[in-house]
């Protein structure tokens, strides 16, 4: 049977259709946003007593730091690191945490020296036999910064305890780091002493879990009060809204020491490096380094350096 030009023609044409939408990209697929959320759940968030990361030392030349935000944030690091890999031909791997991260990893073998400054937490550490050796290093102290115009009214008041009160019965932003810091930790005890225990359901009471420079900047935004260390302070000064508004009280002392995991615990650890670094902090000629950081930038020192001495002889 013969086929109809009119016919032929059409079967071509719906061949060449075929053909082309074969041979066409798929259409992307829509993009996320407010107003055109995902149809699918996001992962689940990692659990947070989830393995912890372990720390692998490619050498016997690396060493391990786990240390404080502040110790960072102030710049104190970034002289006297390179001082010591210049001097002893070590490299250090610097994992700036808070110090209650930093001792848990320690706990774990997952750092050779910690440089913290939570002394009963620390105490509690070596009471357990997972430190070799603690040194004293140095000190600055704690102060409480908060907007200049001061809306609750702390500056004048004796006791740090005093000031946390009025913020809490006033409602008035506070920023935690919450991250169980030695900052944190030394926030906690004065709320513990002013009889008051904020949390999560206070509007006021702002949790970061962050490290003391981002908590600062958070503060600064919401122009809220903060519990900070003296030197990441003023390194970060002319960036942030806040005066110093508490100062000076004891209990506001803080302390750092250098901490040597304990190689019987933990084999791998490279001692020998960590206590390379402890000797190298309280040695004489960078104890002067620690003491006069900051004097020419700030017209004080960020640290006063402290090796030889007992907790006592800081008035702790």
């Known amino acids: 049977m013969r086929i109809q030009p009119v016919f032929r023609w059409m079967c ?31 992962a ?38 390179p001082m010591f890999e210049k001097a002893t031909g070590y490299t250090v791997k610097m994992i700036a945490v808070g110090t209650g991260q930093a001792l848990k990893m320690g706990e774990q073998g997952n750092a050779d020296v910690l440089l913290v400054h939570a002394p009963k937490s620390e105490e509690e550490y070596m009471g357990k036999g997972l430190g070799k050796d603690r040194q004293l290093v140095m000190h ?12 609750v009214g702390i500056k004048g008041l004796k006791l740090p305890d005093e000031a946390f009160k009025k913020i809490a019965d006033a409602k008035q932003t506070f920023v935690s780091r919450a991250d169980d810091s030695g900052t944190n930790k030394a926030e906690l005890a004065i709320w513990k002493k002013a009889g008051i225990t904020p ?45 110093v508004l508490m100062e000076g009280d004891k209990s506001l002392l803080n302390i750092y020491h250098v901490i040597t995991v304990n190689p019987d615990k933990w084999p791998a650890v490279n001692y020998t490096a960590a206590k390379a670094f402890a000797d190298f902090l309280v040695s004489a000629d960078i104890q002067k380094v620690i003491g006069e950081f900051g004097k020419e930038k700030y017209a004080q020192p960020l640290f006063f350096s402290d090796a030889g001495k007992n907790e006592a002889d800081l008035g702790k």
């Open 12 to 42: 071509l044409l719906l061949v060449v259709a075929a053909l082309v939408t074969a041979c066409a990209p798929a259409a992307p697929a829509p993009t996320a946003s407010i107003s055109n959320p995902p149809t699918s759940a996001p």
């Open 44 to 81: 689940a968030p990692a659990a947070a007593d989830a393995t912890p990361t372990v720390y692998q030392r490619t050498g016997p030349k690396e060493l391990i730091l786990a240390t404080t935000t502040s110790t960072r944030d102030s710049g104190l690091l970034d002289v006297l690191l």
């Open 140 to 151: 600055n102290d704690f102060i409480i910064v908060g907007p200049a115009n001061d809306p």
């Open 199 to 243: 949390g999560a359901s206070d509007a006021w009471y702002k949790q970061t879990g962050q490290g003391m420079g981002d908590t600062l900047r958070i503060a600064s935004e919401l122009g809220g009060y903060t519990l900070t260390d003296r030197a990441t302070y003023l390194a970060l000064k002319d960036k942030l809204q806040l005066d």
